[in-house]
Protein backbone atom coordinates (compact mmCIF):
# COMPACT_ATOMS: atom_id res chain seq x y z
CA UNK A 1 0.00 0.00 0.00
CA UNK A 2 2.82 2.40 1.09
CA UNK A 3 4.75 1.70 -2.61
CA UNK A 4 1.06 2.68 -4.21
CA UNK A 5 1.22 5.86 -2.47
CA UNK A 6 4.37 7.03 -3.11
CA UNK A 7 3.86 6.21 -7.08
CA UNK A 8 0.79 8.95 -6.77
CA UNK A 9 1.96 12.13 -8.82
CA UNK A 10 2.86 15.17 -6.67
CA UNK A 11 -0.18 16.89 -8.58
CA UNK A 12 -2.70 14.05 -7.49
CA UNK A 13 -1.34 14.59 -3.87
CA UNK A 14 -1.43 18.67 -4.56
CA UNK A 15 -5.90 18.18 -5.44
CA UNK A 16 -6.60 15.33 -3.13
CA UNK A 17 -5.44 17.88 0.16
CA UNK A 18 -6.65 20.61 -1.95
CA UNK A 19 -10.05 19.18 -2.37
CA UNK A 20 -9.87 17.99 1.83
CA UNK A 21 -9.31 21.49 2.54
CA UNK A 22 -12.14 22.97 0.30
CA UNK A 23 -14.22 20.63 1.62
CA UNK A 24 -13.71 21.75 5.02
CA UNK A 25 -14.31 25.68 4.59
CA UNK A 26 -17.58 24.59 2.15
CA UNK A 27 -19.58 22.46 4.53
CA UNK A 28 -18.74 24.95 6.99
CA UNK A 29 -20.86 27.79 5.22
CA UNK A 30 -23.07 26.08 2.00
CA UNK A 31 -25.06 23.43 3.74
CA UNK A 32 -26.20 26.18 6.57
CA UNK A 33 -26.93 28.69 3.33
CA UNK A 34 -31.14 27.68 3.49
CA UNK A 35 -31.16 27.73 7.15
CA UNK A 36 -29.51 31.22 6.87
CA UNK A 37 -32.48 32.61 4.35
CA UNK A 38 -35.24 31.59 5.90
CA UNK A 39 -34.43 32.38 9.40
CA UNK A 40 -32.42 35.42 9.11
CA UNK A 41 -33.61 37.08 5.67
CA UNK A 42 -37.13 35.88 6.05
CA UNK A 43 -37.32 33.88 2.81
CA UNK A 44 -40.08 31.46 1.97
CA UNK A 45 -39.14 27.52 1.65
CA UNK A 46 -39.90 28.12 -2.05
CA UNK A 47 -37.70 31.27 -2.18
CA UNK A 48 -34.67 29.50 -0.80
CA UNK A 49 -35.00 26.26 -3.03
CA UNK A 50 -35.21 28.80 -5.78
CA UNK A 51 -32.02 30.20 -4.13
CA UNK A 52 -30.07 27.29 -3.89
CA UNK A 53 -30.90 25.18 -6.84
CA UNK A 54 -29.59 28.46 -8.99
CA UNK A 55 -25.97 26.86 -8.57
CA UNK A 56 -26.82 23.34 -9.73
CA UNK A 57 -28.67 24.52 -12.39
CA UNK A 58 -25.87 27.12 -13.62
CA UNK A 59 -23.54 23.87 -13.57
CA UNK A 60 -26.03 21.99 -15.59
CA UNK A 61 -25.84 24.63 -18.48
CA UNK A 62 -21.73 24.68 -17.89
CA UNK A 63 -21.06 21.29 -17.01
CA UNK A 64 -20.35 19.67 -20.41
CA UNK A 65 -18.32 23.06 -21.52
CA UNK A 66 -16.28 22.79 -18.50
CA UNK A 67 -14.94 19.03 -18.98
CA UNK A 68 -14.61 20.38 -23.07
CA UNK A 69 -13.12 23.29 -23.11
CA UNK A 70 -10.21 21.63 -20.66
CA UNK A 71 -9.71 19.30 -23.25
CA UNK A 72 -9.25 22.19 -25.89
CA UNK A 73 -7.12 24.65 -23.85
CA UNK A 74 -5.39 22.36 -21.22
CA UNK A 75 -6.09 21.27 -17.87
CA UNK A 76 -3.74 23.50 -16.00
CA UNK A 77 -5.12 26.90 -17.47
CA UNK A 78 -8.52 26.26 -16.62
CA UNK A 79 -7.90 25.00 -13.38
CA UNK A 80 -6.12 28.18 -12.07
CA UNK A 81 -9.22 30.42 -13.57
CA UNK A 82 -11.81 28.95 -11.99
CA UNK A 83 -10.63 27.88 -8.68
CA UNK A 84 -9.26 31.49 -8.18
CA UNK A 85 -12.92 32.56 -9.68
CA UNK A 86 -14.25 30.31 -6.89
CA UNK A 87 -11.95 32.37 -3.95
CA UNK A 88 -13.84 35.58 -5.23
CA UNK A 89 -17.25 34.08 -5.30
CA UNK A 90 -16.91 33.08 -1.38
CA UNK A 91 -15.86 36.90 -0.61
CA UNK A 92 -18.98 37.41 -2.70
CA UNK A 93 -21.15 35.23 -0.32
CA UNK A 94 -19.46 36.80 3.06
CA UNK A 95 -20.85 40.66 1.72
CA UNK A 96 -24.13 39.74 0.63
CA UNK A 97 -27.03 41.19 2.69
CA UNK A 98 -30.44 40.54 0.18
CA UNK A 99 -31.48 37.57 -1.68
CA UNK A 100 -31.01 38.70 -4.73
CA UNK A 101 -26.91 38.79 -4.28
CA UNK A 102 -27.26 35.56 -2.98
CA UNK A 103 -29.16 34.57 -6.56
CA UNK A 104 -26.32 35.88 -8.17
CA UNK A 105 -23.22 34.55 -6.41
CA UNK A 106 -24.88 31.10 -5.64
CA UNK A 107 -25.26 31.10 -9.56
CA UNK A 108 -21.44 32.23 -9.89
CA UNK A 109 -20.69 29.16 -7.40
CA UNK A 110 -22.36 26.27 -9.99
CA UNK A 111 -20.46 28.14 -12.54
CA UNK A 112 -16.79 28.00 -11.06
CA UNK A 113 -17.64 24.20 -9.52
CA UNK A 114 -18.57 23.06 -12.94
CA UNK A 115 -15.57 23.91 -14.70
CA UNK A 116 -12.94 22.99 -11.79
CA UNK A 117 -14.34 19.96 -10.37
CA UNK A 118 -14.28 17.64 -14.27
CA UNK A 119 -11.36 18.94 -14.96
CA UNK A 120 -9.61 18.16 -11.75
CA UNK A 121 -10.68 14.49 -12.70
CA UNK A 122 -9.86 14.47 -15.95
CA UNK A 123 -6.19 15.41 -14.81
CA UNK A 124 -6.28 13.27 -12.10
CA UNK A 125 -6.93 10.20 -14.99
CA UNK A 126 -4.53 11.98 -17.24
CA UNK A 127 -1.62 11.84 -14.64
CA UNK A 128 -2.44 8.33 -12.97
CA UNK A 129 -1.39 4.85 -14.15
CA UNK A 130 -4.25 2.98 -14.88
CA UNK A 131 -3.42 0.38 -12.24
CA UNK A 132 -3.49 3.25 -9.32
CA UNK A 133 -6.90 5.18 -10.76
CA UNK A 134 -9.36 3.21 -8.62
CA UNK A 135 -7.05 3.98 -5.84
CA UNK A 136 -6.78 7.65 -6.51
CA UNK A 137 -10.01 8.48 -7.26
CA UNK A 138 -11.23 7.05 -3.90
CA UNK A 139 -8.67 8.72 -2.30
CA UNK A 140 -10.19 11.64 -3.34
CA UNK A 141 -13.52 10.83 -2.49
CA UNK A 142 -12.16 10.24 1.11
CA UNK A 143 -11.03 13.58 1.26
CA UNK A 144 -14.40 15.06 0.50
CA UNK A 145 -15.19 13.46 3.40
CA UNK A 146 -12.52 13.97 5.47
CA UNK A 147 -13.14 17.86 5.36
CA UNK A 148 -16.93 17.35 5.86
CA UNK A 149 -16.46 15.42 9.18
CA UNK A 150 -15.24 18.34 11.12
CA UNK A 151 -16.67 21.58 8.28
CA UNK A 152 -20.20 21.39 9.74
CA UNK A 153 -19.20 21.53 13.36
CA UNK A 154 -16.60 24.07 13.01
CA UNK A 155 -19.64 25.80 10.82
CA UNK A 156 -22.20 25.21 14.12
CA UNK A 157 -19.25 27.16 16.69
CA UNK A 158 -18.83 29.94 14.03
CA UNK A 159 -22.46 30.51 13.59
CA UNK A 160 -22.97 30.18 10.11
CA UNK A 161 -26.85 29.32 9.93
CA UNK A 162 -26.80 33.20 11.42
CA UNK A 163 -24.06 34.66 9.64
CA UNK A 164 -21.72 34.88 6.43
CA UNK A 165 -18.35 35.39 7.95
CA UNK A 166 -17.27 31.78 7.72
CA UNK A 167 -17.50 32.66 3.75
CA UNK A 168 -14.76 34.55 4.11
CA UNK A 169 -12.76 32.12 5.41
CA UNK A 170 -13.43 30.24 2.58
CA UNK A 171 -12.55 32.34 0.01
CA UNK A 172 -8.80 32.53 1.70
CA UNK A 173 -8.62 28.62 1.57
CA UNK A 174 -9.31 28.72 -1.73
CA UNK A 175 -6.41 31.57 -2.71
CA UNK A 176 -4.45 29.50 -1.14
CA UNK A 177 -4.92 26.53 -2.89
CA UNK A 178 -4.69 28.26 -6.26
CA UNK A 179 -1.58 29.31 -5.75
CA UNK A 180 -0.18 25.85 -4.83
CA UNK A 181 -1.80 24.40 -7.71
CA UNK A 182 0.48 27.41 -9.57
CA UNK A 183 3.22 25.94 -8.04
CA UNK A 184 2.68 22.22 -8.19
CA UNK A 185 2.16 22.84 -12.70
CA UNK A 186 5.28 24.93 -12.14
CA UNK A 187 7.18 22.66 -10.71
CA UNK A 188 6.29 19.31 -12.63
CA UNK A 189 5.48 21.05 -15.94
CA UNK A 190 8.04 18.53 -17.66
CA UNK A 191 5.87 15.18 -15.91
CA UNK A 192 2.71 16.30 -17.20
CA UNK A 193 1.41 14.70 -20.16
CA UNK A 194 1.13 16.60 -23.31
CA UNK A 195 -2.02 17.28 -25.29
CA UNK A 196 -2.24 17.07 -28.76
CA UNK A 197 -4.47 19.94 -29.55
CA UNK A 198 -4.96 18.89 -33.22
CA UNK A 199 -7.30 15.69 -32.04
CA UNK A 200 -9.33 17.55 -29.72
CA UNK A 201 -12.99 16.82 -30.44
CA UNK A 202 -15.57 19.79 -32.25
CA UNK A 203 -17.76 20.69 -29.51
CA UNK A 204 -21.24 19.09 -31.92
CA UNK A 205 -19.19 15.47 -32.54
CA UNK A 206 -18.22 15.92 -28.68
CA UNK A 207 -22.00 15.85 -28.07
CA UNK A 208 -23.19 13.93 -30.75
CA UNK A 209 -20.61 11.33 -29.30
CA UNK A 210 -21.49 11.37 -25.42
CA UNK A 211 -25.45 11.67 -26.76
CA UNK A 212 -24.99 8.17 -29.15
CA UNK A 213 -23.23 6.19 -26.16
CA UNK A 214 -26.21 3.54 -25.55
CA UNK A 215 -24.65 3.11 -21.94
CA UNK A 216 -23.60 6.23 -21.22
CA UNK A 217 -26.75 8.10 -21.82
CA UNK A 218 -29.14 5.65 -19.29
CA UNK A 219 -26.08 6.50 -16.90
CA UNK A 220 -26.71 10.27 -16.83
CA UNK A 221 -30.40 9.91 -17.35
CA UNK A 222 -30.51 7.30 -13.94
CA UNK A 223 -28.15 9.53 -11.87
CA UNK A 224 -30.35 12.56 -12.56
CA UNK A 225 -33.09 10.85 -10.36
CA UNK A 226 -29.73 9.26 -7.73
CA UNK A 227 -28.91 12.81 -7.39
CA UNK A 228 -32.54 14.26 -6.82
CA UNK A 229 -32.45 11.89 -3.71
CA UNK A 230 -29.30 12.73 -3.31
CA UNK A 231 -29.65 16.66 -2.63
CA UNK A 232 -32.38 15.93 -0.46
CA UNK A 233 -29.95 16.36 2.30
CA UNK A 234 -28.34 19.34 1.81
CA UNK A 235 -31.86 21.50 0.99
CA UNK A 236 -34.63 19.86 2.03
CA UNK A 237 -33.74 18.25 5.12
CA UNK A 238 -31.72 20.97 6.52
CA UNK A 239 -35.09 23.02 6.34
CA UNK A 240 -37.41 20.12 7.25
CA UNK A 241 -35.50 19.91 11.14
CA UNK A 242 -34.87 23.67 10.96
CA UNK A 243 -38.71 24.48 11.29
CA UNK A 244 -40.11 20.97 12.63
CA UNK A 245 -42.05 21.31 15.64
CA UNK A 246 -40.62 17.83 16.76
CA UNK A 247 -37.28 19.06 16.96
CA UNK A 248 -35.98 21.83 19.22
CA UNK A 249 -32.84 22.68 17.67
CA UNK A 250 -32.91 20.94 14.02
CA UNK A 251 -29.81 23.13 13.16
CA UNK A 252 -27.56 21.32 15.60
CA UNK A 253 -29.50 17.90 14.91
CA UNK A 254 -28.53 18.79 11.16
CA UNK A 255 -25.19 19.46 11.51
CA UNK A 256 -24.18 16.21 13.53
CA UNK A 257 -25.74 14.54 11.49
CA UNK A 258 -23.57 16.11 8.02
CA UNK A 259 -20.31 15.04 10.65
CA UNK A 260 -22.45 11.47 11.00
CA UNK A 261 -22.53 11.38 6.94
CA UNK A 262 -19.01 12.05 6.92
CA UNK A 263 -17.65 9.74 9.22
CA UNK A 264 -19.41 7.12 8.24
CA UNK A 265 -18.44 7.80 4.63
CA UNK A 266 -14.86 7.31 5.59
CA UNK A 267 -15.62 3.69 7.98
CA UNK A 268 -17.35 2.06 5.24
CA UNK A 269 -15.78 3.31 1.90
CA UNK A 270 -13.16 0.84 1.53
CA UNK A 271 -14.76 -2.10 2.61
CA UNK A 272 -17.47 -1.14 0.59
CA UNK A 273 -15.38 0.04 -2.34
CA UNK A 274 -13.03 -3.58 -2.05
CA UNK A 275 -16.30 -5.50 -2.23
CA UNK A 276 -18.06 -3.47 -4.98
CA UNK A 277 -15.29 -3.68 -7.26
CA UNK A 278 -15.75 -7.26 -7.86
CA UNK A 279 -19.36 -6.59 -9.24
CA UNK A 280 -19.92 -5.02 -12.43
CA UNK A 281 -19.91 -1.23 -12.32
CA UNK A 282 -23.45 -0.76 -12.30
CA UNK A 283 -24.77 -2.73 -9.39
CA UNK A 284 -23.00 -0.49 -6.86
CA UNK A 285 -25.46 2.50 -8.35
CA UNK A 286 -28.51 0.29 -8.11
CA UNK A 287 -27.92 -0.68 -5.04
CA UNK A 288 -26.94 3.13 -3.82
CA UNK A 289 -29.97 4.21 -5.19
CA UNK A 290 -32.33 1.95 -3.92
CA UNK A 291 -30.37 2.91 -0.12
CA UNK A 292 -31.17 6.31 -0.69
CA UNK A 293 -34.95 6.02 -1.54
CA UNK A 294 -35.50 4.03 1.56
CA UNK A 295 -33.64 6.74 3.40
CA UNK A 296 -35.85 9.42 2.05
CA UNK A 297 -38.51 7.33 3.16
CA UNK A 298 -37.08 7.33 7.30
CA UNK A 299 -36.12 10.77 7.29
CA UNK A 300 -40.07 11.33 7.25
CA UNK A 301 -41.31 9.18 10.02
CA UNK A 302 -40.75 11.83 12.80
CA UNK A 303 -39.43 8.84 15.02
CA UNK A 304 -36.99 10.93 16.71
CA UNK A 305 -33.12 11.34 16.96
CA UNK A 306 -32.02 7.35 17.01
CA UNK A 307 -34.24 7.08 13.59
CA UNK A 308 -32.70 10.50 11.89
CA UNK A 309 -29.31 9.37 12.29
CA UNK A 310 -29.99 5.53 11.63
CA UNK A 311 -31.57 7.22 8.61
CA UNK A 312 -28.29 9.09 7.80
CA UNK A 313 -26.16 5.90 7.69
CA UNK A 314 -28.39 4.01 5.23
CA UNK A 315 -28.55 7.45 3.19
CA UNK A 316 -24.71 7.31 3.49
CA UNK A 317 -24.41 3.77 2.10
CA UNK A 318 -26.21 4.62 -0.62
CA UNK A 319 -24.21 7.60 -1.31
CA UNK A 320 -20.71 5.59 -0.70
CA UNK A 321 -22.12 2.96 -3.58
CA UNK A 322 -23.40 5.46 -6.00
CA UNK A 323 -19.89 7.77 -5.99
CA UNK A 324 -17.01 5.72 -5.46
CA UNK A 325 -17.46 3.67 -8.17
CA UNK A 326 -18.76 6.89 -10.92
CA UNK A 327 -15.28 8.04 -11.75
CA UNK A 328 -13.91 4.70 -12.42
CA UNK A 329 -16.93 3.95 -14.66
CA UNK A 330 -17.35 7.50 -16.64
CA UNK A 331 -12.95 6.42 -17.05
CA UNK A 332 -14.22 2.79 -18.19
CA UNK A 333 -16.90 4.04 -20.70
CA UNK A 334 -15.09 7.22 -22.19
CA UNK A 335 -12.12 7.56 -24.67
CA UNK A 336 -8.70 8.52 -23.96
CA UNK A 337 -9.74 12.02 -25.95
CA UNK A 338 -13.39 12.29 -24.90
CA UNK A 339 -12.18 11.75 -21.10
CA UNK A 340 -12.83 15.61 -20.29
CA UNK A 341 -15.78 15.62 -22.11
CA UNK A 342 -17.51 12.77 -20.36
CA UNK A 343 -16.37 13.65 -17.07
CA UNK A 344 -17.85 17.40 -18.07
CA UNK A 345 -21.33 15.66 -19.10
CA UNK A 346 -22.11 13.35 -16.34
CA UNK A 347 -22.17 17.06 -14.66
CA UNK A 348 -25.70 16.75 -16.36
CA UNK A 349 -26.82 14.60 -13.50
CA UNK A 350 -26.92 17.78 -11.55
CA UNK A 351 -30.27 18.41 -13.02
CA UNK A 352 -30.93 16.28 -9.85
CA UNK A 353 -29.27 18.76 -7.53
CA UNK A 354 -31.55 21.61 -9.17
CA UNK A 355 -34.88 20.04 -8.97
CA UNK A 356 -33.77 18.37 -5.51
CA UNK A 357 -34.42 22.01 -3.43
CA UNK A 358 -37.48 23.43 -5.60
CA UNK A 359 -39.24 20.04 -5.42
CA UNK A 360 -38.61 20.19 -1.33
CA UNK A 361 -39.48 23.42 -1.04
CA UNK A 362 -42.83 23.24 -2.60
CA UNK A 363 -43.71 20.15 -0.66
CA UNK A 364 -42.55 22.00 2.46
CA UNK A 365 -45.02 24.99 1.94
CA UNK A 366 -47.63 22.34 0.73
CA UNK A 367 -47.81 20.21 3.39
CA UNK A 368 -45.08 21.82 6.72
CA UNK A 369 -42.31 20.23 8.16
CA UNK A 370 -45.05 18.87 10.38
CA UNK A 371 -45.90 16.41 7.79
CA UNK A 372 -42.80 14.54 7.08
CA UNK A 373 -44.63 11.57 5.46
CA UNK A 374 -46.55 13.75 2.69
CA UNK A 375 -43.18 15.46 2.38
CA UNK A 376 -40.06 12.46 1.78
CA UNK A 377 -42.68 9.65 0.48
CA UNK A 378 -42.41 11.44 -2.61
CA UNK A 379 -38.79 12.45 -2.53
CA UNK A 380 -38.17 8.69 -2.04
CA UNK A 381 -40.77 8.07 -5.09
CA UNK A 382 -38.88 10.30 -7.17
CA UNK A 383 -35.44 8.84 -6.32
CA UNK A 384 -36.16 5.60 -7.28
CA UNK A 385 -36.93 6.63 -10.69
CA UNK A 386 -33.39 5.97 -11.65
CA UNK A 387 -33.39 2.07 -11.09
CA UNK A 388 -35.14 1.55 -14.84
CA UNK A 389 -32.78 3.52 -16.39
CA UNK A 390 -29.24 2.19 -14.51
CA UNK A 391 -30.58 -1.46 -14.81
CA UNK A 392 -31.09 -0.76 -18.67
CA UNK A 393 -27.51 0.18 -18.43
CA UNK A 394 -26.17 -2.79 -16.26
CA UNK A 395 -27.67 -4.75 -19.47
CA UNK A 396 -26.17 -2.82 -22.70
CA UNK A 397 -22.58 -2.72 -20.76
CA UNK A 398 -22.67 -6.32 -20.60
CA UNK A 399 -23.52 -6.84 -24.10
CA UNK A 400 -20.62 -3.83 -24.76
CA UNK A 401 -17.55 -6.00 -23.23
CA UNK A 402 -18.90 -8.95 -24.16
CA UNK A 403 -18.82 -8.21 -27.77
CA UNK A 404 -15.08 -6.37 -27.25
CA UNK A 405 -13.89 -9.23 -25.83
CA UNK A 406 -15.12 -11.62 -28.89
CA UNK A 407 -13.30 -9.07 -31.29
CA UNK A 408 -10.28 -9.14 -28.93
CA UNK A 409 -10.23 -12.43 -29.10
CA UNK A 410 -10.82 -13.14 -32.99
CA UNK A 411 -7.94 -10.68 -33.51
CA UNK A 412 -5.73 -12.62 -31.20
Not at 61 to 77: E, N, P, Q, T, V
Request: net charge positive; proline share 5%; aromatic share 12%.
Amino acid sequence: MKQHLRQIHPLAWTIIIGTMFGRLVTSMSIPFLSIYLTQVLGASHSQTGLTVAVSSLAGVLISFYGGYISDIFGRKIVMLVSVFGWACVFFGFSSAQHLWVFFLVNTLNGLCRAVFEPTSRALLSDITPPDHKLLVFNLRYAAVNLGVVFGPIIGLQLGSAKSTFPFLIAGIVYIAYGVVLFMQFSAHRASLPVRAKAHAPQLREALATTGRDRVFLPVLLGTIFCVLGYGHFSSTLAQYLAVNPHFSNGGRIFSYMLSLNAVTVLVVQYPIVRTASKFPPLVPLILGNICVALSMLLFGLNGGVALLMFSVVLFTIGEVLLFTMMDMLIDRIAKPEWKGTYFGTIGFNNLGNVMAPILGGVLLDQFGASNGPAVFVPLALTTALGLPFLITAHRRLKIRESAEAAITSQSA
